[in-house]
């Protein structure tokens, strides 16, 4: 399935148990295309909708052992989930621009006294010894965020089906608007 990130909220269980959750609105989605092992060489659905005057694909790969039971032109919502069904969720997370070494890799930076003026929050040396070049991999700054992030095991709380929306428990990654893959588990 395919859903939009709305914003994270409480939810609160018929025992009196307050569980992050957040809200995804989860439009009906079409079944665009089937793709078969015997015909494509793969198993695959391709399913897609539309916001705002923009119409999003996505291809959703199955293993040889899933069987597939909708036709292409269908309809799928959020009915086809229960609440207490296990979700992989993937997302792209916020982009956080252009970030130092302290914010992009949690270095502690340098202490506040015996000659630093200015270098409280620098990377410190990044050759060494006889080395005339600088080591690949080396951590520095640079660009941070926007990167797809990929949950699993996340919890169904509950379904509107009249309002299309559905709450995971946790938090899921990204920006309010942005294009939430769901495939259950």
Not at 34 to 44: L, P, Q, R, T, V
Not at 135 to 160: A, E, F, H, W, Y
Request: net charge positive; aromatic share 4%.
């Amino acid at each position: 399935m395919l859903a939009t990130k709305e914003n994270m909220t409480q939810y609160f269980t018929a025992d009196g148990v307050v569980i992050p959750v957040t809200i995804l609105s989860v439009p009906p989605v079409t079944v665009k295309r089937i793709f078969s092992a015997e015909k494509d060489g793969y198993n695959s659905v391709q399913v897609g909708f539309s916001i705002k005057k923009n119409k999003i694909l996505r291809e959703f790969r199955l293993k040889p052992s899933d069987k597939i039971d909708v036709k292409e032109g269908a309809s799928v919502d959020v009915s086809v989930f229960t609440p207490g069904d296990l979700l992989q969720i993937s997302s792209v997370s916020k982009g956080k621009g252009f970030q130092g070494v302290v914010k992009r890799h949690r270095f502690a930076g340098g202490p506040r006294t015996h000659g630093q003026k200015h270098s409280e929050r620098e990377a410190g040396s990044i050759g060494g010894g006889l080395r005339t070049h600088v080591p690949k991999g080396m951590r520095m700054p640079g660009r941070m965020g926007g990167d797809r992030i990929t949950q699993k095991n996340l919890k169904v709380v509950s379904i509107d089906k009249e309002n299309n929306i559905m709450l995971v428990k946790g938090a899921i990654a990204g920006k309010r608007g942005s294009l939430v893959e769901i495939v259950s588990r």
